[in-house]
C-alpha cells in the first residue's frame, strides 16, 4: 500500500495538473468578518482519491487515504474537510482570510484536477457622519464636505433628496468621492444631503441639511397710482434667508416695520416715494426698493356752482310740494254751504186761505189715521196702554233713517210751511 502511494506522488510529481476545470462556483465569495465560508466542488468525473487545498500558494490541508489529514497550524480548528466531496469549510474570518484559494483533487486513475475560487472578507460599515464647515454658509462662498466612516469602505456617493450627485460645474468630489466640494455655493444648493458607503456585504448612510443663507432680495408689490379716498396697499417682499429686518420710509421719515403698509382714505398729499428696506442680519446685506405712488385728486364734473343750484332747486321743488298737499287738504276738509230759505210775504186773504187749506189737510190726516190704526190691537200693562201691536210687526226696534239735521238757527212759523205746502201742491 505504501509503494501504491509514492507511485502516485512520483506520477504527480512528474506530470503535475496542467488540467483546470471548472469544478468550483463562479466567485469572488463575499463575507463579513467573524462569517463562515464553505467552499463546495460542484462535480467530480471520477472518485477522489487525494485532496489537497490551498490559499494564496500556501497548503491549507491535505489529505491522502487511509490519512491522516494534514493541517496548517494556522488553521487547526478553523479548517473542516469532506474527504468524499473534497469541500472545505473555514470559520471565523478574519481580513488575512481574503485571497485566492485553490483546489486540487487526484483520482484513482492517476489524473487530476484543480480549480480556484476567490474570497473577499469586509469588515461592516458603520458610523457614518457628514463634517461641514464651522458657521453660517452664505451665498456665492465655498465650502467643503466630507464623509467618514468606519469599516471596510469599497464605494462613496453623494446625493441631494435622494438623487444621486454627478460632478459639474459647480462641485466636485475628491478623496474616492468621500469629500464634496461646492464651489460657489448657491440658494439651490439648499437642501438635504445623504452619504453613503458600502462594501459587498454592508453599507451605512448619513444625513446632512444644508441651508444657504442669501439676500435680501426686495421686491414692492402694490399699485403706483390710486384716486383720492383709496386704500393705499403696498406689500414689501424681501427674498432673504434668514428673514431680513423691514423698514419703512415716507418722505424721509421712517414709519413702519411690517411688510404690509396701509393707510386708508388716501389724498393727494400722500403721493410720493415709499422706501422698503430690508437688512439680513446672517449676510449682512442691506437692500432697499422704491415704489412712487400718485394719487390723484377726483375733481366734480358739474362744478361747485351746478351742484348749489341742484340742492337748491330740490330744496324748493320740496316746497312747493309740500304748499300743494296743504291746501288740498285744507280744502277737503271745508264744510259745505247752508242754504238760507226766505220766508214770502202774504196778504190776509192769502193767509186765510192757506189756514183754511192746513185745516182741511190735518183733517184728512186724522181722518186716514183713524182709519189706519182701526185694525190695531193694543195692550194694557199696569194701568198703561202700550203700543199697538202689527200681526206682521218685527219684534226689533227698526233702524233710524239718517235724516239731515236742521239748521240751528232756524225759525219756521206756520204761515211759511202752509205756503211751501201749497207752492208743492201747484206744481
Known amino acids: 500500500m505504501e509503494k501504491a502511494m509514492v507511485v502516485t506522488l512520483i506520477i504527480t510529481l512528474l506530470t503535475g495538473f496542467s488540467q483546470e476545470q471548472n469544478i468550483l462556483p463562479p466567485g469572488p465569495i463575499n463575507k463579513e468578518v467573524g462569517a463562515n465560508v464553505l467552499f463546495t466542488i460542484i462535480s467530480s468525473p471520477e472518485p477522489v482519491h487525494a485532496i489537497r487545498w490551498h490559499f494564496n500558494g500556501s497548503e491549507v490541508i491535505r489529505y491522502i487515504p487511509p490519512g491522516p489529514e494534514i493541517v496548517n497550524s494556522d488553521y487547526r480548528g478553523r479548517v473542516f474537510l469532506n474527504y468524499s466531496s473534497g469541500d472545505l469549510e473555514l470559520k471565523g474570518l478574519s481580513m488575512n482570510d481574503s485571497g485566492q484559494y485553490t483546489i486540487i483533487l487526484t483520482f484513482q486513475s492517476g489524473l487530476g484536477v484543480q480549480d480556484h475560487i476567490l474570497l473577499q472578507v469586509f469588515e461592516p460599515v458603520f458610523v457614518i457622519s457628514i463634517t461641514s464647515p464651522e458657521g453660517n454658509l452664505i451665498e456665492y462662498s465655498s465650502a467643503n464636505f466630507t464623509c467618514e466612516g468606519n469599516g471596510t469602505i469599497s464605494t462613496t456617493v453623494w446625493m441631494k433628496e435622494y438623487e444621486i450627485l454627478a460632478p459639474s460645474s459647480s462641485i466636485q468630489f475628491l478623496d474616492d468621492n468621500r469629500t464634496m466640494v461646492i464651489s460657489p455655493v448657491k440658494r439651490s444648493d439648499s437642501g438635504n444631503y445623504q452619504c453613503a458607503m458600502s462594501n459587498p456585504v454592508s453599507s451605512?448612510?448619513?444625513?446632512?441639511?444644508?441651508?444657504?443663507?442669501?439676500?435680501?432680495?426686495?421686491?414692492?408689490?402694490?399699485?403706483?397710482?390710486?384716486?383720492?379716498?383709496?386704500?393705499?396697499?403696498?406689500?414689501?417682499?424681501?427674498?432673504?434667508?434668514?428673514?431680513?429686518?423691514?423698514?419703512?420710509?415716507?418722505?424721509?421719515?421712517?414709519?413702519?416695520?411690517?411688510?404690509?403698509?396701509?393707510?386708508?382714505?388716501?389724498?393727494?398729499?400722500?403721493?410720493?416715494?415709499?422706501?422698503?428696506?430690508?437688512?439680513?442680519?446672517?449676510?449682512?446685506?442691506?437692500?432697499?426698493?422704491?415704489?412712487?405712488?400718485?394719487?390723484?385728486?377726483?375733481?366734480?364734473?358739474?362744478?361747485?356752482?351746478?351742484e348749489t343750484g341742484i340742492i337748491l332747486g330740490v330744496?324748493?321743488?320740496?316746497?312747493?310740494?309740500?304748499?300743494?298737499?296743504?291746501?288740498?287738504?285744507?280744502?277737503?276738509?271745508?264744510?259745505?254751504?247752508?242754504?238760507?230759505?226766505?220766508?214770502?210775504?202774504?196778504?190776509?186773504?192769502?193767509?186765510?186761505?192757506?189756514?183754511?187749506?192746513?185745516?182741511?189737510?190735518?183733517?184728512?190726516?186724522?181722518?186716514?189715521?183713524?182709519?189706519?190704526?182701526?185694525g190695531f190691537t193694543y195692550h194694557t200693562q199696569n194701568g198703561r196702554s202700550s203700543p199697538p201691536l202689527y200681526e206682521n210687526q218685527s219684534q226689533t226696534t227698526p233702524a233710524r233713517r239718517n235724516r239731515?239735521?236742521?239748521?240751528?238757527?232756524?225759525?219756521?212759523?206756520?204761515?211759511?210751511?202752509?205756503?211751501?205746502?201749497?207752492?208743492?201742491?201747484?206744481?
Open 315 to 374: 330744496i324748493a321743488v320740496v316746497l312747493i310740494l309740500v304748499v300743494v298737499i296743504y291746501f288740498l287738504i285744507k280744502r277737503s276738509k271745508k264744510p259745505a254751504k247752508a242754504v238760507r230759505e226766505t220766508p214770502v210775504s202774504m196778504t190776509a186773504d192769502q193767509q186765510t186761505d192757506v189756514t183754511s187749506g192746513y185745516n182741511n189737510m190735518v183733517a184728512e190726516t186724522l181722518k186716514r189715521s183713524k182709519e189706519l190704526t182701526a
Open 404 to 427: 239731515p239735521p236742521l239748521p240751528q238757527n232756524r225759525e219756521t212759523n206756520d204761515s211759511e210751511l202752509y205756503c211751501s205746502a201749497i207752492v208743492t201742491s201747484n206744481n
Open 204 to 306: 451605512s448612510s448619513a444625513h446632512y441639511s444644508i441651508t444657504v443663507n442669501y439676500g435680501p432680495d426686495v421686491r414692492i408689490f402694490g399699485a403706483q397710482t390710486l384716486e383720492e379716498g383709496s386704500d393705499i396697499l403696498l406689500l414689501c417682499s424681501p427674498d432673504s434667508v434668514p428673514p431680513a429686518t423691514i423698514t419703512w420710509t415716507v418722505k424721509g421719515m421712517s414709519t413702519r416695520s411690517a411688510a404690509l403698509y396701509v393707510t386708508e382714505n388716501s389724498n393727494p398729499s400722500d403721493s410720493g416715494d415709499y422706501n422698503c428696506t430690508c437688512w439680513n442680519n446672517v449676510t449682512g446685506i442691506t437692500a432697499s426698493a422704491v415704489q412712487v405712488l400718485t394719487v390723484r385728486a377726483v375733481s366734480s364734473r358739474l362744478g361747485p356752482g351746478v
